[in-house]
């Protein structure tokens, strides 16, 4: 991909949005009818909060021949991720506005993705069938993604991205910081891993803290949801429509026929330009 700051194509200033899904925060930039223009080192830049915008994530609209749209993500760190379904319902709801629409589909690493508006307001993504087997996930060898060889007794779950869910007594006292990191970069995880820790509130109820791959502690997760609703089911924790607290906000997975639907709010803050200044200093 090519360099903003070198690029002859590249625009001298850049338009973005400021989202959030369940406080999980993302900056939009929509690129359609244009090349791309993010690259791992404009989203660290921007990745940072004292120096940049900040966010979670960073998604890139782009055109797709398939689709209603095309999506890219970014992590704050500047590697990129397959899926990330907080965002991906965010620019579902700008996109459906955009097009008059109450329903869209989108390109993602992950696949061709359904979004739908609730009447409620609230906008569901159909995340795909959930990968149970390692060498999906992925795990570096062979082993029961149900029962992971790990202290805890986790569950590895992929939603296009790896997940790594432990259920625990006390979501609210698991020290994310300290245990965040050695996860993520665990040699059991070749392409590192998200990681939640899941707490049973009732059979159609979990709270859920985490730990994102490429980001650290965040406020919420789309995938990590799916995945740790679908670690629930299999475990027998759960049934397959759960409502999930999150520290920023309430979700809902409902793991059907046709995958794995992620519903919650999503919220349009502010749209601002990147300055030629900090597109160049890149
Ligand atoms: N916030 C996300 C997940 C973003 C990607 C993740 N950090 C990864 O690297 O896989 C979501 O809502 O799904």
Redesign the pocket.
Known sequence: MENVANSPKTPSAIAFMKMH?AG?DFVIIDSRGRDAVVTAKLAQALGDRHRGTGF??LAEIRDSQTADFALD?W?SDG?R???????TRCVANYMMHDLGRDALTLITKRGLLRAARQTDGRVSVNMGHPQLDWSEIPLSHATDTLHLPLAGDPTAVGIG??HCVFFVADADSIDLAALGPGLEHHPLFPQRT?VEWAQLIAPDHLRMRVW????GI?L?????TCATVVAAHLRGLTGRAVTVEADGGTLHVDWRDDGVWLTGPTAHIFDGTLTPAFLAAL
Do not use: I, V
């Not at 919420?220 to 990590?224: H, I, M, N, Q």
């Open positions: 899904g999980n979670d994530q993500f992590n590697s991720a397959e899926a990330c379904g907080n965002a991205n790896p998200n994102e791959r490429g980001a965040t919420a997760c789309g995938s990590g």
